[in-house]
């Protein structure tokens, strides 16, 4: 008899993990997906859309048209995992068995953790990121101040990206002159990756956005627009952009099946539940201290595509697991970007930024509909 | 003499800049002369928390390394 392969979540890793399974597996495994929505988005373009250079449409197709005509979608939301009676509960009341579950249900933005920040805007959400170019449009210079409301987030150089393409965007519209950009860093450099900062700090100062080191956000005064740090520091604005609190879903939290943010615990390496081995979790919602985003969810689907594989088969589990490779671009503006790329034992480094990888990436946006969701690129 | 711990807290296995941000929401509710006690595992929180304590006024009081857990003492800075 197939084996039932149940995967939650239809977000980058899920969706590559069905296919692969599926592909793989020779008839060995029923497929199915639950996503809530029925929509695969792809998250790295809300950055565009908040400064305009991409329409929200492009970033959207239907789950179903992603998957191979062998994976069955159900639209649906997972209410309740059972580990013991190997089941997940859905909103509708449904109930679907697996014998092996993968959990790709990725992080849920909260403002609201944060005092008054739900003035602020973002580009964590499509509705955030089209909220905030409608902003920008309306902007007439003044200070516009970017912000981390909470650790872990998407994508660590978001921010730094959204203040260079800020930039552009203002010396187009012509009011980068009358408008201070002012990046708050947790740290004291452009974000995590010490290497990488090194690089774009000098770019930063020479397009003049002012980083301030060690502001982490506690609260927001949306009437006197200002926001302080925990360090006890108070800045000004006149539009603010707040990289949101993330947690995991609440579907995680409910099953008790993670830790008190939600985040998924496995392990770092097989990606396999430390508690129970037929669950595994991939992609923002897990808790490995590796960066959330589409590029880890991407080789970590492959790595867990894999183990299921052989499982189901009844063969060894594969030699190769899960090393904490990332690679990511980093928009740097002016029609540049660079990279990041490292693993667990190799750490970050990143050329010098270059027209080539701004191209890369927007060709990788692009292919990515054909690519990476079927499991085609490694 | 001996020195009173006010807080302590248990941080490894966090990577950065986590055990900064806990740090600072923790020494919120000290009273200034406090001491809070740090264990952390990440190697990049020895240059972060001498950087913090400098860019922030509160002192880092004792910084230590005992296998691979690192052990930080900060003071609440005085107003």
Not at chain 2, 28 to 38: A, N
Not at chain 2, 49 to 67: D, H, I, M, R, Y
Request: glycine share 8%; proline share 6%.
């Amino acid at each position: 008899m197939a084996a039932q392969v149940l995967v939650l979540g239809g977000g980058v890793g899920g969706t590559m993990c069905a296919n692969v399974i599926a592909k793989r597996s020779g008839g060995r495994a029923h497929v199915t997906v639950v996503d809530a929505t029925g929509i695969h988005v792809f998250q790295p373009g809300f950055l565009y859309v908040a400064v305009g250079q991409e329409r929200p449409s492009a970033l959207q197709r239907s789950e179903a048209s992603l998957l191979r005509h062998d994976v069955r979608l159900v639209v649906d939301r997972a209410r309740k995992v059972d580990p013991a009676a190997k089941r997940v509960i859905l909103a509708s009341g449904r109930t679907l068995p697996y014998d092996e579950l993968v959990i790709a249900t990725g992080s849920r933005t909260v403002m609201d953790e944060v005092p008054g920040a739900r003035s602020a805007h973002d580009f964590y959400t499509m509705a955030g990121a089209v909220q905030l170019f409608k902003a920008l449009e309306a902007f007439d210079g003044g200070m516009i101040v970017i912000g981390v409301a909470g650790i872990p987030y998407k994508c660590p150089p978001a921010p730094v990206e959204f203040a260079f393409l800020l930039d552009d965007y203002l010396r187009a519209r012509g009011i980068r002159n009358k408008t201070e950009v002012k990046l708050l860093s947790p740290l004291n450099r452009a974000f995590t990756i010490e290497a990488t900062s090194k690089l774009v700090q000098p770019i930063l100062a020479e397009r003049g956005i002012e980083l301030t080191s060690f502001f982490n956000v506690e609260s927001v005064d949306p009437m006197a627009k200002t926001v302080t740090s925990l360090e006890g520091e108070t800045v000004s604005y006149d539009l603010l952009v707040l990289v949101p609190p993330h947690r995991g879903q609440k579907v995680i939290e409910d099953s008790g099946l993670g830790d008190e943010r939600g985040w998924i615990t496995v392990d770092k390496n097989t990606l396999k539940h430390e508690k129970f081995p037929d669950i595994w979790a991939i992609g923002d919602a897990t808790s490995i201290p590796i960066s959330k985003s589409g590029s880890v969810a991407h080789y970590e689907a492959s790595v867990v595509a894999d183990e299921i594989v052989a499982a189901i088969r009844g063969e060894a589990a594969p030699t190769h697991v899960y090393d904490g490779k990332v690679m990511c671009f980093l928009e740097t503006g002016q029609g540049q970007a660079t990279t990041i790329r490292f693993d667990y034992t190799h750490p970050p480094v990143s050329p010098r930024p270059a027209r080539i990888w701004h191209w890369g990436k927007a060709v990788f946006n692009k292919t990515y509909w054909h690519t990476v969701p079927q499991g085609r690129l490694p | 003499m001996s020195i009173t711990i006010a807080t302590s807290l248990d941080l490894k296995g966090l990577s950065c800049p986590l055990p900064i941000i806990k740090t600072a929401k923790a020494m919120k509710v000290l009273t200034p002369g406090q001491l809070i006690e740090v264990f952390a595992t990440d190697p990049g929180s020895v240059p972060d928390f001498k950087a913090w304590a400098q860019a922030t006024g509160n002192p880092l009081v004792e910084s230590s390394q005992e296998g691979e857990v690192f052990h930080f003492v900060l003071k609440k800075k005085e107003i």
